[in-house]
């Protein structure tokens, strides 16, 4: 093995940075593309789907968004495997929670929650960072729609429309550029086909995009649901 990688995770380089993290980030950014976008009365998610093949030689494409209350939805760029603890863990808390105080969890605790566990593994010996970064889109009473994006080294932060992935830093700037605080879902869907399209043609773009929605109705009401082939193909017919 070359001495020039650094294979302990509880050690800083002399430059004083955590080696096996940034490998992990650098890792994320040859992943899916993920994009999330808050508009007016909801959030929109999109991840690129790749195809790969099962044993069988049958074609497949692995779940990138996850349900993990129903006021909150996850998706994830980078080693699909590492973000099924993750999420489970997750989804346990938020159900604790509910137990407990009868409301639903906030969506802040959630990441916090997620976040935390990440930290942990750039710290103890024998273990490595997730290789997994997220989008966490949610809604609760305090704070409304929210959309937060995390990292291996366990930081996170707030958006209005981020983007995480393969081609993040270019994705991200037409984001900066596209995004509007009066957007509403349509739009929002505009700006994300905008930014996909260049990936496929109209005939196939399902083939390769998942878009979710998470929409809050007149009753402050979550709906969460996937968009069908037809729906997805109609954005760019």
Not at 27 to 51: L, P, Q, Y
Not at 104 to 120: A, H, M, R, S, T
Not at 162 to 167: K, T
């Amino acid at each position: 093995m070359s001495k020039k990688i650094d294979t302990k995770t509880i050690s800083f380089c002399p430059e004083g940075r955590l080696r096996q993290v940034e490998f992990a980030m650098e890792s994320i950014g040859e992943s899916n593309i993920t994009i999330g976008i808050v508009a007016k009365g909801g959030i929109v998610i999109a991840t690129e789907k790749k195809e790969t093949k099962n044993p069988f030689g049958e074609n497949f494409n692995s779940e990138k968004t996850f349900i993990i209350d129903n006021h909150i939805i996850c998706a994830a760029s980078g080693a699909i495997p590492d973000s099924q603890i993750l999420i489970e863990h997750a989804r346990i808390q938020a159900q604790q929670y509910k137990k407990i105080y009868q409301d639903y969890i906030p969506v802040k605790k959630i990441v916090e929650i997620i976040c935390d566990i990440k930290q942990q593994f750039t710290h103890k010996g024998g273990q490595r960072p997730f290789g997994v970064s997220f989008l966490v889109a949610g809604w609760d009473s305090s704070n409304g729609l929210q959309l937060f994006r995390t990292d291996s080294s366990g930081t996170f932060s707030g958006w209005k429309a981020a983007a995480i992935g393969s081609n993040s830093i270019i994705n991200q700037s037409i984001l900066t550029d596209e995004y509007k605080n009066d957007l509403d879902l349509n739009q929002a869907l505009s700006v994300l086909v905008k930014i996909l399209y260049k990936k496929t043609n109209s005939l196939e773009f399902w083939k390769i995009i998942d878009i979710v929605l998470l929409v809050l109705d007149d009753k402050q009401q979550i709906l969460i649901r996937k968009m069908n082939r037809e729906e997805v193909n109609s954005l760019v017919s």
